[in-house]
DNA sequence: CGACGTGTTGATCTCTCTCAATTAGAGTGG
DNA sequence: CCACTCTAATTGAGAGAGATCAACACGTCG
C-alpha cells in the first residue's frame, strides 16, 4: 500500500469522524513524517521505551499491555484503526506499557511534538486529542470493572459485546451479521484476567449455549440480547435510577 | 474557608505543579464559577448524571466508580487535591462513571465548556490538561495489572506504595514517614477487586510482617523496599531489558 | 444505652488456576 | 506426498486462592 496523503486518509471517510477543515488537514499532514507497515505480532513500543514516536493506527489491530517480572501479561486495551498510539508517555520518558500488533498493521508516524504542535495551532484537533483519551481510558475503567468485579462469564460477554460493538464502526464487511475479530483465546484471557484453560472453557460454554460463534477470525452474535444481559452493560435497562446496594 | 483566587491557590506553591503566566491564571480565573465543600461520602457525579459539571479537587480526597446493577462496586482510582473531575464525560452526555467524596472535600466548579475554553485560548494549559488525562489513565492501567494479575497480597502492596507516593507529594504533614490515609479496608477492597474480609486478612499478614502500619487515618511504610518487591512495581530492578516470558 | 460503621477472625465453599494430554490446521523441508 | 514442527484450541483432573457466611470487638454518636 503506498503512502496516504492525510486528506484522503480512508479513515476520514468513516462516520465515526469528524470533518477537518483544509487547514488542519494540512497542519496533520505536514506533522506526519512517514507510514510503516508491521506484520502481526511485532512489537510497536516496547515497554520502557523511551523515544517512542506518536503513531496513529492506519489499519490492523494493535493492544497495549503491561507485564510483570516474571511474564505475566495483562492487556489493557485493544486499539483498532484510528486510535492513537503513544500519547501516554511524555517526552523523553519511558512508555509505561508496550503495544504490539495483533495483525499485519500500518502506522502513521507524527514527530514526537506533534502533540505540542497540535495544542499550539489546531484547538479543534487538540480537543479532540483529548477526548480521545479520555476516551480510551473510559474504555480501560470498562474493563477494570470486568476484571474486578464479573465472573468469568460476564467478562467473556461483556469483551465479546464491547468488541463487536467497536469492530462493527469501522469493518466495511460488517455484513452477515458478523466483524472481524482476529484475537487469539490468549489475547481474550490476557485482556480479561483469566487463564488461557478457564477462557477456552468459558468461551466453549457460552458457545454451546448458543450465544456466540467465532469463525474464522469473525464473530458472529447470534443471542446479543442474552450476552447484553450476561454482561449487565446497561445495568439491566436504563443508567440512572439504580440501587447503590 | 473562603473563597480562593486562583492566583493563590493553595495547590499552586506545590513542586507538583508548573508555573502558569499572569494571562493563564486570568483565563483559569474567569472560568471558574464558585467553589463548594461537600461532606465525606457525598456524591459529586453520579453515576449515569448527565449535566456533571467540570470540577477540580481543591482539598481532600475522592474516588472515581462503577458499579453493577446488583451493587457489585469497582473503584477506579483515587482522587487527591489538584486532580480534574469529569473530564470524560463529554459534554450532555451522561457520566460512565460516579464520583463520590472520600473524606470532606473542597471543589472548584467550572463552566461546562471551560475544557474547549482552555484549548482554545492556553494551548499549555490544554497541553497539561491532556497530560494529566493521559497521566489518570495510567494510574488506572497500573490498577488494571494488578486486579488482572496480581494475587491479593501482590495488590496490597502495590496499592500501598503507590498510594504513599501519590499521598507524599501533597501531604504537607509528611514527617516521620507517615502520610494521611482516609481509605477504610472497603475502598481498598473495591479498588483490588478483593472482597473486605479477604482484604482484612491479607492487610493484618503484611503488618504483621513489618511490612506497612495504618493508624489513625494514617500510613506508614515501615519496609518499603520488601513492599516493592512484593508489588513488583518495578520489574526487579530496571524495567527494560526483561524478558516476556 | 442501643445502633451503626469499621475492623477481625474462623470455617466452609467454589470459582478459577495449574498440570497434563490430545486434536486440528498451517507451514516446512526432504 | 509425507514426516515434522508449531501454534491455537480443547478437555479432564486435582489444587488452591479468594469468596461467602457467621460472629464478635471496639469506638462513635444520637
Redesign the interface.
Known sequence: MKIVACRECPLRALPAFVDASPDELALIESLKQRQIGLPADAAII????EDAPLYTLLSGWAF?Y?????????I?NFLLPGDFIG??Q?MAD?S??GVQALTDVLLCVFQRDA??AL??GA??L??S???L??????L??????S????SAEERIASLLVMMYKRAATIDEHHGANGVAFPLTQQHIA?G??LSLVHTNKTLRKLERRGLHRIENGRLYLRDAKSLQQLA?VY??GD??P????
Request: net charge positive.
Open positions: 516496547d515497554e520502557g521505551q497495549r503491561k507485564t510483570l517480572s516474571d511474564g505475566r501479561r495483562q489493557l500519547v501516554q511524555k519511558a509505561p506499557h502533540l505540542w495544542h499550539r484547538p479543534r487538540s480537543f486529542v483529548t477526548w483519551t479520555a476516551h480510551e481510558e473510559s480501560v475503567d470498562d474493563t477494570l470493572l476484571v474486578g468485579r464479573r490476557d480479561l484476567g449487565d445495568g439491566q443508567l440512572a439504580r440501587p447503590l446496594i
